[in-house]
Each structure stands twice: as structure tokens, then as C-alpha cells.
């Protein structure tokens, strides 16, 4: 099968399979296929799914220079292709959004991530909203919206 007419498959008037979008309209469809966000999926999908049939991505390896499959995970991670200087940066990237949107693209699947700790959230019953942080939760009780669904309660 040809490159064009994979193409013709990913990408069509009114879907595009790479993002898994309905493209209703023609402006529309120009701005989704002209789009940054499309681009780094076409990039990311070329990269796992090469058109020679060849292997996906560069693969890096391990110091000591092997050939094999064999990969150290704590020097490199193949399926991003980038490589770490410490199992501290390994372990982050592993853990990161990029590497899980990878992993999640790779698999066709929502990857499971370790848990590392609860994050902590706070509410505001009376305007029944959820901040991320005391410093936000410590705006919102002083905001013009929060002073009015006060008064009004």
C-alpha cells in the first residue's frame, strides 16, 4: 500500500482517523487539518506507524553499545525517543503526561498510571465550585462572584 493511499484512509472530508475527529464543515476541516495539535499527531502516528513497514522510532540504546532489544529504561525511553541522565528523570518521565499520551496512543488504550499521592482540592460550597490550591480557594473568597453568592444566600 502506498503512502497516498494510506493517507487517503487517515484522512478524509469528513474524518480524520488520526485524531479521531467528525469534521462537519469545509472551514472546519481546513483549520483542523492546518492545525499545530493535528500536526504533532500526524508526526506522533508516522513515528509508530512507519509507512516502509520499517521499525518505529529510532531506537536508543544503552551504553555499552548491544544491538539487542535490550533497552536500560533508566538511560532512554524508546517509545519517546529520549534519553535520561538519572533514574530520578527517568522515573518522572515515566510518570509524565507526555510519555502517558504516548503509551496511550501506542496501546489504543487509557494507560493505568501509578498513583503517587493524593492531590488535594478544595471546595466552596456555597458557589459549589473546586480549586486546585489554598491560593486559588483564598482568591475565590475574595472575588466579586463569590461576595454576591454570599450576600444572596
Known sequence: MKSSDIDQELFTESY?????AQLISESQRVAHYESRK???????YYMLHPVDGGCPAKKLRSENGSD????????????CNMSFTSAVVAES???GKIHAKRLKLLLGEQP?????????????????????S?????????????QTNL???
Not at 480524520?16 to 479521531?20: D, L, R, Y
Not at 493535528?38 to 506522533?44: F, M, P, Y
Open 16 to 20: 480524520c482517523k488520526v485524531c479521531s
Open 38 to 44: 493535528h500536526a504533532s499527531k500526524v508526526r506522533l
Open 68 to 79: 539487542g532489544d535490550s533497552v536500560d529504561k533508566n538511560k532512554c525511553c524508546t517509545l
Open 93 to 95: 518521565h515515566y510518570q
Open 112 to 132: 493505568a498510571l501509578k498513583a503517587t499521592g493524593l492531590k488535594r482540592s478544595y471546595t466552596c460550597n456555597i458557589c459549589n465550585v473546586t480549586l486546585n
Open 134 to 146: 489554598i491560593e486559588q480557594y483564598h482568591a475565590h473568597l475574595k472575588g466579586s462572584k463569590h
Open 151 to 153: 450576600k444572596n444566600q
